[in-house]
């Protein structure tokens, strides 16, 4: 089997190399991929850049070039939800593009023709990841991700997308990697995990909790990376 594990930036893939240490490094496409082998099978690993383009293209270029089967995307999160603390971690059940705007022509936020606003996220992923936060005693909340190609740091517009997409916490390239890895028909599961409430403060706080987080993010994956392993 081979798995894609990626990020949007250095720091939420860092933890991951650090564990798998030794790999081969592929340049393609203006970027580096990671490629090891773990009890057995290929992993590969990249960060995309941060936002929805580069994120597409790295999901596009695991999935074409580097022929992976499932999809793992560690990284950190804005919490839209009150219970989602500094650290925690989140996985989005579906996910929608909340900078995603033809309501001029009387289409709902999010849609465009032949597309949806929300991508569901593989069912069995997720159930591996649950199963691993109980066997390891971990808080893991499902929910809404929105993303969208903007840092947010305002409670209004944190409130809108709320309400607008029922979302539960938002970043800049999950979706993205949702409606590839959909269209490509390869499993896939987002994981996230809170460097800062979408607020005011959330410029300093992310600053602050981007590598806690991240790091949060990724020693999860590798125990999903087990279970996967471990199940199929
Ligand atoms: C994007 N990622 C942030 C990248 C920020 C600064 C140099 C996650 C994220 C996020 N995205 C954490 N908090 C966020 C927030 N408040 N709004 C959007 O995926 C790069």
Known sequence: MTIGIMGAMVEEIEPLLEFFKEYEVIEYAKNKYYKTNYKGHDVIIAYSKIGKVFAALTATTMIEKFGIEKLLFSGVAGAIDEDLHIGDLIIATKLCQHDLDITAFG????????????????????????????????????????????????GKKKEWIRKTFGANALEMEGASV???????????????????????????????????????????????????????
């Open 107 to 154: 289409h709902p936020y999010g849609f465009v023709p032949e597309g949806s606003v929300y991508v569901e996220s593989d069912f069995l992923l997720n159930e591996f990841a649950k199963e691993v936060a109980k066997e390891k005693n971990i808080k893991l909340k499902e929910g809404i991700i929105a993303t969208g190609d903007q840092f947010i740091a305002d």
């Open 178 to 232: 949702a409606v590839v890895a959909d269209a490509l028909k390869v499993p896939f599961m987002i994981l996230r995990s809170i460097s800062d409430a979408a607020d005011m403060d959330a410029g300093f706080d992310f600053d602050e909790f981007l590598k806690s987080s991240a790091k949060n993010s990724a020693d999860f994956i590798i125990s999903l990376l087990d279970k996967v392993i471990e199940k199929s």
